[in-house]
């Protein structure tokens, strides 16, 4: 088991990792500094600067929208969101990047911020507000996982049927919103920031699309799905990890075209896991 973990671990992308360990450290920080009454959420969580001044302590400051997403209430807070990190975040950051993808992370965690302060602005005017998580960002991921991989089946425990991620995104951000606008204000949840996230991400994405410097991995008219790649030349299940070797070496006798072997190597992913691919086959998959 050890050694499964530790090879998880090792196979992250540096950027996931390292917002694991932020989180984590914060959050262990956070929980030994209430311990001794140092209240670090009044310095680091996002606080209503329209109502501040009102409140002693609890004062905006210009480094809230981005400190705020690194802390969290409660050990399930914490869990939650970076269980979603890491579900979505490794397929997103070996699709751009890690350079674009801690942009896009960031960003949708301070565009949540801005949305959340505006929320307050009009809502709660003159009252104390305070907002920590990362789950702005986490909705932008969600965003960004339901763009690259449309067609990848997703299941939610209330209905035990497989759901196309494009669809999951649109039916989790219908709930956000009508969960901001009914019956949901005393459930300490800041719905619209969730969907400030994934509006900040989408607008960063166009930005991304447009610009002719900047290519997202693919360009958008290019982008396939796992499952696309997959039907496109069915594989042999049979095919073992030497096969596949094998048959990489013997690329100068053109037995494989690159659409054949991204199949193999998303067929090897399917049968055995991420993890088991060697470096080799991960370049090469980034590469194609």
């Known amino acids: 088991m050890a050694s499964i973990s530790n090879g998880l671990w090792q196979q992250m992308p540096p950027v996931t990792k390292n917002l694991l360990l932020i989180n ?7 929980a030994f500094a209430q311990r001794f009454g140092i209240d670090i959420i009044a310095w680091l969580g996002l606080i209503n600067w329209s109502a501040s001044a009102f409140h002693g302590i609890y004062s905006f400051h210009i480094w809230q929208p981005f400190t705020y997403m690194f802390l969290h209430a409660n050990f399930w807070h914490f869990f939650c969101n970076m269980f979603a ?14 350079k674009k993808f801690l942009t896009y992370y960031l960003v949708s965690g301070v565009g949540a911020a801005l949305v959340q302060e505006l929320v307050w602005m009009f809502t709660i005017h003159n009252a104390m507000g305070v907002t920590i998580g990362a789950s702005g960002a986490v909705f932008g991921i969600l965003f960004a996982f339901g763009w690259l991989f449309p067609e990848v089946k997703m299941f939610l425990l209330f209905i035990p049927i497989p759901i196309p991620s494009r669809i999951f995104v649109a039916m989790y951000a219908f709930f956000e919103l009508f969960a901001g606008i009914y019956g949901a204000s005393g459930d300490n949840v800041a719905h619209f920031a969730h969907l400030g996230g994934m509006l900040f991400g989408w607008l ?20 396939q799905t796992f499952t696309r ?53 991960k370049d090469r998959l980034f590469k194609h």
Request: hydrophobic share 35%; glycine share 4%.
């Open 24 to 30: 984590f450290f914060v959050w262990i920080f956070d």
């Open 85 to 98: 990190v890491i579900m979505f975040g490794p397929a997103i950051e070996n699709q751009w990047g890690s």
């Open 229 to 281: 790649y997959h039907y496109q030349a069915p594989v042999d299940d049979n095919v073992t990890a030497e096969s596949d070797k094998s048959a990489w070496s013997a690329k100068s006798n053109s037995t494989y075209t690159r659409n054949e072997d991204v199949n193999r190597l998303l067929d090897k992913i399917k049968r055995e896991g991420y993890s088991s691919l060697t470096q080799e086959e």
């Open 204 to 223: 960063l994405l166009l930005y991304w699309m447009k610009a002719p410097h900047i290519r997202l991995g693919k360009k958008p008219e290019e982008k």
